[in-house]
């Protein structure tokens, strides 16, 4: 290269101590193009000339030369390490003139260097097919098997526009060469694959199949499998054929001995045409090869497709047999949703760019990625999807306390959980899409750090709401620290997965530590939540603390509860959607356990609200349970109603799941003498109901205005 020189379309060929390069250039006689070569070692010395080897040693001519297509020649010799063997290049050169339109047309040339960058073939380049009328689309396989007759060769194929000049309609054509330059069977103007008349095929792609010699039997020629994309009006999709590179058994060989097989077998075919891009390989068994072939479809949404087709030849079978895995449609390699497309494959394994990773409202990363599969041994895809299974978004060991928030604009999820990783335990983020793509880390975001206690654990999430909902961020709020000197801090990750400084959360005080934090955002106030947490008075009570982002420093949370309780456990926090937020709590008192409940709101000395016993039960063990939530119907300028589901044996009963609806809608939020309503146990399930969850519905009744719920529970 160098200034005012263009260099486009690299290709490589890797070797065992570096690697062959071509591309073109436009150095020599702009704005005419050439190809050159360079051979790279793996320290990244270039063996040949400076800038490059050029192809083209004819100056005199001022033609294009573009597109090399490289492989290696394998002409190596074990017995002589400096023998490295060579390349082969094909590529496109338009010195001739189509008969047809008097223009010039590209077509297929090839050249063979060796490892010192000198010419092998005995006329320097050799042109695939004496036919001067358009040849694109090139695709370049060497035989790297020289026990195989004719021995070590190149098979070239391209799309092809001889049979008629005029029209759109393109071929498929395809060439041997061997390793001195010579056109195999002595066939000037190449092989034709199908014989398909008035359609046009094109894109092709291809592999070789190194079929094994059987002593005393057979010695078997390489087979060529090539596949592409073809218009038939009747059948459009992708089709394939075979082509045997002996001396002995010339030409395009059917995969079934009938003259229709001449004109290509289906490989996929579908109301929608498969759009561009294929790509095969094939894995070389004893007897048999399973040839692999992906292209880029769209049904409704574009995705990448797949074929498997088992190839076998036996030692008294010259011509092979096939079979298809799928039907003719093909079949979808992943159920990922996003778009799909560019397939390349290897062996078994195919790799494409993916755009599952939809966009999500002030993430930075709403981008392509790149993924990749491979197909066991039912030649099914081993990937594991969202819907039908699970998602593995951690690593490490005992991974526990998970707890996650939804956004509601998008779908997307945030998770957070504790997990032993490096002897420690720490607390980690991650963040999906509403398809479960994970969005940053693979094992999660580490959210806290070991200079400050040990044992970070017990996390909970907000959304980190903006004037517009959310920002794609969140809050993560957790507990630090050996038992005795727990405290609480948060940290706010950013929406491309960046974990801003460490915030501690309460100034330390004597003999007080603080622990089980929850969080959520603060209705009304952008950027801000509200935080609730066990505070513990060492050798006294242990009460529930309230404390916001947007108090007064030093944030310091109040303690607000059932002066009756001495020992308040299993904290639960939902707010009201006016800025405040409901706290409940169970513990024990005067010799009776209780829930209880508390409506807090911000004022001017702090977090200030009245707590109220929801229930009242005999013992610790009659308790089984309880979870809340908030209605997200707005009854209209009052807080949003609380609703409670919890498991208790009653006084004189036994035990059942309670539901209970606060608010609006009652003389008073938690009437002073509150009777618990009837139990609801339903189809006489046996056994104990326990660990109720409960969440809104969102769905407003006509006479009311007011939504329900969904419980769920054990039993």
């Excluded at 073939?121 to 036919?131: E, F, K, L, P, T």
Aim: net charge negative; proline share 7%; glycine share 10%.
């Amino acid at each position: 290269g160098g200034d005012g020189v263009t260099c486009l379309r690299p290709r490589i060929a890797g070797t065992a101590d570096g690697a062959f390069i071509a591309w073109y250039d436009n150095r020599r006689n702009p704005p005419d193009r050439d190809v050159y070569t360079q051979y790279v070692k793996y320290d990244g010395t270039m063996l040949w000339t400076t800038d490059g080897v050029l192809i083209n040693t004819d100056q005199a001519l001022e033609n294009d030369q573009i597109n090399p297509e490289l492989a290696l020649d394998f002409d190596w010799n074990q017995s002589d390490p400096a023998k490295r063997g060579g390349v082969i290049i094909a590529f496109l050169d338009n010195r001739y003139t189509s008969p047809t339109t008097s223009l010039p047309v590209w077509n297929v040339f090839l050249t063979r260097l060796n490892c010192d960058g000198d010419a092998q073939y005995q006329n320097g380049i050799v042109r695939a097919a004496g036919v001067s009328e358009e040849q694109i689309n090139h695709v370049l396989r060497t035989s790297g098997k020289g026990a195989c007759t004719p021995g070590p060769l190149a098979i070239v194929c391209w799309q092809d526009a001889r049979e008629d000049p005029d029209s759109p309609l393109y071929d498929i054509w395809a060439q041997a060469v061997d390793l001195t330059g010579n056109l195999l069977n002595n066939n000037d103007n190449g092989v034709e694959i199908c014989l398909k008349e008035g359609s046009t095929q094109i894109e092709p792609v291809m592999t070789l199949w190194e079929r094994p010699s059987i002593e005393g039997v057979q010695e078997y020629a390489p087979l060529a499998y090539i596949a592409w994309r073809d218009s038939r009006d009747e059948l459009p999709g992708v089709y394939g054929s075979l082509m045997d590179a002996s001396e002995r058994m010339p030409g395009t060989y059917p995969w079934l001995a009938q003259p229709v097989d001449l004109e290509g077998i289906p490989i996929a075919t579908a109301p929608d045409v498969p759009r561009t891009q294929l790509a095969i390989d094939n894995l070389g068994l004893q007897t048999s090869a399973n040839a692999f072939v992906a292209w880029r479809q769209e049904n409704g949404e574009i995705d990448i497709y797949h074929q498997s087709i088992e190839i076998q030849s036996f030692a008294n079978e010259y011509v092979p047999t096939w079979s298809l895995w799928h039907s003719v449609y093909g079949k979808r390699l992943t159920e990922a949703k996003g778009e799909q497309c560019l397939p390349q494959v290897s062996g078994n394994v195919f790799v494409w760019q993916d755009a599952r990773r939809q966009p999500i409202p002030n993430d930075a990363q709403n981008d392509w990625n790149i993924y990749c599969e491979s197909l066991g041994a039912c030649i099914e895809p081993q990937e594991i999807a969202w819907r039908d299974t699970y998602v593995r978004w951690w690593g490490g060991t005992d991974a526990k306390n998970l707890r996650y928030v939804t956004d509601p604009g998008d779908g997307s999820m945030f998770i957070v959980w504790d997990e032993i990783r490096e002897g420690e335990n720490r607390v980690f983020i991650q963040k999906l899409d509403k398809d479960g793509v994970p969005r940053w880390k693979s094992n999660g975001v580490l959210v806290s750090v070991n200079d400050i206690g040990t044992a970070a654990e017990k996390a909970d999430v907000a959304l980190l709401t903006g004037p517009n909902g959310s920002t794609g961020a969140a809050w993560v709020v957790w507990q630090q620290g050996a038992p005795g000197s727990r405290n609480v801090y948060w940290r706010m990750v950013a929406a491309n997965g960046a974990a801003n400084p460490i915030i501690h959360s309460v100034p330390i005080m004597v003999n007080v530590e603080c622990y089980e934090p929850q969080v959520i955002d603060k209705t009304g106030s952008s950027g801000n939540i509200i935080m609730a947490m066990l505070v513990g008075l060492i050798g006294g009570p242990t009460v529930p603390g309230i404390c916001s982002t947007d108090q007064a420093a030093p944030i310091t949370p109040d303690f607000q509860m059932s002066s009756a309780v001495l020992q308040h456990v299993d904290l639960r926090i939902s707010k009201d959607y006016l800025g405040g937020c409901y706290v409940m709590t169970h513990g024990s008192a005067a010799g009776n356990e209780r829930i209880s409940v508390l409506h807090a709101t911000l004022g001017g000395g702090g977090w200030t609200g009245t707590p109220n016993d929801l229930i009242t039960y005999q013992s610790a063990s009659d308790f089984y349970g309880y979870d809340m939530c908030t209605d997200v119907i707005d009854p209209g300028g009052s807080p949003h109603d609380l609703m409670v589901a919890y498991s208790i044996t009653p006084p004189a009963g036994v035990p059942e799941l309670f539901v209970q609806r606060f608010g609006s809608n009652t003389t008073d939020l938690f009437p002073a003498a509150l009777t618990p309503p009837e139990g609801y146990l339903p189809f006489n399930i046996p056994g104990v109901p326990s660990q109720p969850c409960i969440v809104p519905d969102s769905v407003a009744l006509p006479a009311t205005g007011l939504g329900g719920c969904l419980v769920a529970w054990n039993q």
